[in-house]
């Protein structure tokens, strides 16, 4: 569950000087560690399955998976959005759906990756590079989610001879079914503060991102706290959402509150969303209204909910 910056070693060998008497320039040797996570996956017991690493190797990230004790066969396998995997009924939905950037469909998906070939012994290794994310899309604060999926990732290619067209559960999940194994790509983890009143200031080393919430100002005069936030917008990150956890929400703007605040505000408004969904969405409190509605080619709706100086828009997809 632990980010640990992979120290695969890069060795560079600086060989000096001739064939003269001086030992102390034999050669030089520099050690450098490319950027990295590596990622511990459980099985649905919380037992240990497996290891996958995410190494800078240029402009691309080199992935590494190995895993032991998975039933063979062919197995979907994605990065997912949100970095929890909680156990329960059916386990890891936590980790909500694919990892997105911007708008994307199965298997279009930022998160969506090559199947896992589990052999006969149940172990399984699998190394590709990708370009669809870098590190600093995983070390996002609250991190993603690794997912073995119990069956075959079928990318929604279904021949059109079966069918009109596949459904939007296939365009969304690739039908990979339940979810196996799990590992936590930690959010950012290094040089975070948060000050009281709800500034969130955090700085990462190279290759992660650098997340900048507006400043804010508590007070707290006879006994009642009042918090004044400044103006500010808020690019936040997808969230899945109840009932299908595969729907998400492709991306969050916020002003007014916290991207927390905002993902538990589309966990809540996202459920009455369904397809190019509803024209209003009735959240207490929030006026919401539909204000673009598009078929590309999954039906995704666009959302406008303000509270005074509180809005959230959103895209469902
Ligand atoms: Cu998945």
Redesign the pocket.
């Known amino acids: 569950m632990s980010l640990v910056a992979v120290a695969l070693a890069g060795t560079l060998l600086a060989a000096c000087g001739g064939d003269d008497d001086d030992d102390s320039s034999a050669q030089t040797t520099v050690t450098t560690s490319p950027p990295g996570v590596t990622v511990d996956m459980v099985g649905t017991d919380g037992s240990p399955v497996g290891r996958v690493t995410f190494v800078e190797t240029g402009s691309h990230l080199a992935v590494e998976a190995r895993f032991t004790n998975l039933p063979p066969g062919i197995h ?1 396998f ?1 990065v ?1 959005a949100v970095g929890k995997c909680d156990q329960g009924s059916p386990a890891f939905t936590s980790a909500g759906g ?1 990892m997105v950037l911007g708008e994307q469909v199965h298997p279009a998906h930022a998160g969506d990756q090559p199947v896992l070939l589990v052999l006969a012994d149940r172990t399984a290794e699998l190394r590709f590079t990708t370009d669809r994310y870098k590190l600093s899309d995983l070390r996002v604060p609250d991190g993603r989610a690794v ?1 073995v ?1 119990a069956n075959a990732d079928n990318y929604a290619n279904v021949p059109t001879r079966y069918v009109r067209e596949p459904d939007a559960t296939t365009k969304a999940t690739g039908d ?1 079914g339940d979810r196996i194994a799990c590992g936590v790509v930690a959010g950012a983890a290094t040089g975070t503060t948060t000050p009281s009143g709800g500034v969130t200031t955090t700085t990462s080393p190279a290759g992660a991102t650098t997340t900048t919430a507006r400043a804010a100002t508590t007070t707290t005069r006879q006994g009642v706290t009042t918090t004044a936030r400044a103006a500010g917008t808020l690019d936040c990150q997808p969230v899945a959402f109840t009932p299908n956890s595969e729907d998400a929400a492709s991306s969050i703007r916020a002003t007014g509150l916290t991207c927390a605040e905002a993902e538990a505000f589309v966990r809540i408004a996202g459920r009455q969303t369904s397809s190019g969904g509803p024209a209003q969405l009735d959240v207490e409190g929030y006026r919401c209204v539909r204000v673009r509605s598009v078929q590309d080619p999954l039906p995704q709706a666009f959302y406008e909910c303000t509270s005074g100086t509180r809005k959230v828009t959103f895209t469902r997809s």
């Open positions: 979907g994605h997912h694919h997912i999926h990979a």
